[in-house]
T-cell receptor, first 117, second 111 residues
C-alpha cells in the first residue's frame, strides 16, 4: 500500500513565477491536509480538503495561495507570483474518513522543498 | 484543543528506553493525546494515540496518567534512527481537521 506521494520533491522557481505542488493521498483516504514548514520553524497548518470541497482554509495566506482536491487526480497547492518568503517545505497529509470515536490519524508525505530565487 | 507542554530537548543512550513527557493539564474529557515525530527534513510520522488507557503498538507505548493531565511516550529500546523531534498533540474527538504542532521535544539518541 503506497503511502502519501508528493511531487516534485524539489522545486526551484524565480520570483514572480507560479509553483504547483501535487499530493496523492494514500489509497482509501478521502481527506487531504497541507502544512508548511519555513526554515528553522515548526509545521503550520494551511488547508484541509475533501474531494471537491475546502473544509478549512484558516491557515492559508489570503493572497496568491490556493488549493484544490478534484474528484479525479491529486490535490494541488498552487502559489502564484512566488516570493522569496515562500521558500519552505510543503507537506501533504491524508486521512481516512473519521468513523470511530477518535480523530483519524494523518499520514504525511515526504514533502516538496520549494526554493524561490 | 488543549495546550501541551514538552521539554525542549532530551538525550538518551542507544538501547535504553526513551521516556518523553507531555503535560496537558487543561485536557477535557473528549480529547485524545496523539504523538508524532519528525526525523530531520522528513514528513512527520504518526506514532500512537490514546484517550485514557495505556496504549502500545510496534513503535511505542503511551502511558496516560489517571487524571489525564500528563502522558509519557516510551520508546523501549531507542536506536540512533529514533533521533527526531517528537510532538505531543491533543485533539478533540470532533476535530477531524488540522494538527497544531508545538515546538516538540528534540530527542538525541547517543551511541
Amino acid at each position: 500500500n503506497a503511502g502519501v506521494m508528493q511531487n516534485p520533491r524539489h522545486l526551484v522557481r524565480r520570483r514572480g513565477q507560479e509553483a504547483r505542488l501535487r499530493c496523492s493521498p494514500m489509497k482509501g483516504h478521502s481527506h487531504v491536509y497541507w502544512y508548511r514548514q519555513l526554515p528553522e520553524e515548526g509545521l503550520k497548518f494551511m488547508v484541509y480538503l475533501q474531494k471537491e470541497n475546502i473544509i478549512d482554509e484558516s491557515g492559508m495566506p489570503k493572497e496568491r495561495f490556493s488549493a484544490e482536491f478534484p474528484k479525479e487526480g491529486p490535490s494541488i497547492l498552487r502559489i502564484q507570483q512566488v516570493v522569496r518568503g515562500d521558500s519552505a517545505a510543503y507537506f501533504c497529509a491524508s486521512s481516512r474518513f473519521g468513523q470511530g470515536t477518535s480523530p483519524p490519524e494523518q499520514y504525511f508525505g515526504p514533502g516538496t522543498r520549494l526554493t524561490v530565487t | 484543543d488543549a495546550k501541551t507542554t514538552q521539554p525542549t530537548s532530551m538525550d538518551c543512550a542507544e538501547g535504553r528506553a526513551a521516556n518523553l513527557p507531555c503535560n496537558h493539564s487543561t485536557i477535557s474529557g473528549n480529547e485524545y493525546v496523539y504523538w508524532y515525530r519528525q526525523i530531520h527534513s522528513q514528513g512527520p510520522q504518526y506514532i500512537i494515540h490514546g484517550l485514557k488507557n495505556n496504549e502500545t503498538n510496534e513503535m511505542a507505548s503511551l502511558i496516560i496518567t489517571e487524571d489525564r493531565k500528563s502522558s509519557t511516550l516510551i520508546l523501549p529500546h531507542a536506536t540512533l534512527r529514533d533521533t527526531a523531534v517528537y510532538y505531543c498533540i491533543v485533539r478533540a474527538s470532533s476535530n477531524t481537521g488540522k494538527l497544531i504542532f508545538g515546538q516538540g521535544t528534540t530527542l538525541q539518541v547517543k551511541p
